[in-house]
C-alpha cells in the first residue's frame, strides 16, 4: 500500500529491496513505512540512501494478539467517547501521539487531526473514563478494524495516574470491547517498552510476529 504512508504486505528478501530501490530512483517520499519487520527493513536497507535522514528506525516492535476475554478484571468505568467529548479527550489523544512519535500531531495542521480523531468517536472506536474533574484517566482506541482483527492503538493513562495499578483493568476492557467487533484483537508495541509489555503480557496478549517502523 503506497500513500502517505508505505505499507508492504506479502513482500520479503529479494523482492522488498529491489522494491526499495525502485521507490527510491522514482525519488517518492513517505511519512512512514511500517509493517512486518523483515518486508520494512529489506526495503529500507536500498531506499535508504535515497531518503532523507529518518526520524527514527524502529527495527523491532513485536506484534501481539489475543483472541478471548482476558482473565484480568475490566475496569467497568471505560466506556465509548461521546462526540460532545472531542474537545475533552482531544489533548490526551495529543499528549499520547508525541510521548510515542516523538513530536506533535497538529504539524502540518490541527484540523486534520482533530477530524481523525472525531471520527474514531463517531465509529464507536474511541474508548475514555474520566475522573470527578472532568479530566481523562484513561484512553484507547480501534483503529482498523476488519472481519478477522480489531487493531488497538493510541493507549495512554494520564501521568496523574500512572503506577497506580490501573492499565491492566482498562486493557482487560479494551479487549472487551474489540472482540465485539472481530475474532482477534492485536497491537504493536516497540521492544524497548519493557513496561508495555509487561502489562500486555498480564493482560493476555502474546506475540504472533514482528513489525518495524521508520518514522520521518
Not at 523491532?60 to 478471548?68: A, G, M, R, T
Not at 490526551?92 to 510515542?100: K, L, Q, V
Request: proline share 6%.
Amino acid at each position: 500500500w503506497t500513500g502517505v504512508n508505505l505499507v508492504p504486505i506479502g513482500m520479503a528478501g529479494d523482492d522488498a529491496a529491489a522494491l526499495g530501490t525502485l521507490l527510491g530512483e522514482s525519488g517518492r517520499r513517505f511519512s512512514s513505512i511500517f509493517g512486518p519487520a523483515e518486508s520494512v527493513m529489506g526495503i529500507w536497507s536500498t531506499f535508504s540512501p535515497y531518503s532523507p535522514d529518518p526520524f527514527d528506525v524502529r527495527a523491532e516492535q513485536p506484534l501481539l494478539e489475543i483472541s478471548e476475554p482476558s482473565p484480568v478484571r475490566p475496569t467497568p468505568t471505560l466506556r465509548h467517547t461521546r462526540s460532545e467529548e472531542l474537545e475533552r479527550i482531544l489533548p490526551a489523544c495529543a499528549a499520547m501521539f508525541e510521548e510515542e512519535v516523538g513530536y506533535s500531531p497538529y504539524i502540518g495542521g490541527e484540523e486534520h487531526y482533530r477530524r481523525r480523531v472525531a471520527s474514531l468517536i463517531r465509529r464507536r472506536h474511541s474508548l475514555v473514563d474520566f475522573d470527578d474533574d472532568g479530566q481523562v484517566i484513561f484512553k484507547a482506541e480501534l483503529g482498523t478494524v476488519s472481519a478477522s482483527t480489531a487493531q488497538i492503538q493510541g493507549v495512554w493513562v494520564n501521568p496523574v495516574y500512572r503506577g497506580q495499578g490501573l492499565s491492566a483493568g482498562y486493557m482487560s476492557a479494551v479487549v472487551n470491547e474489540a472482540l465485539k467487533l472481530a475474532p482477534v484483537a492485536s497491537l504493536y508495541v516497540n521492544n524497548f517498552n519493557s513496561r508495555a509489555l509487561a502489562l500486555y503480557r498480564t493482560v493476555g496478549f502474546r506475540q504472533s510476529g514482528l513489525f518495524a517502523t521508520v518514522l520521518f
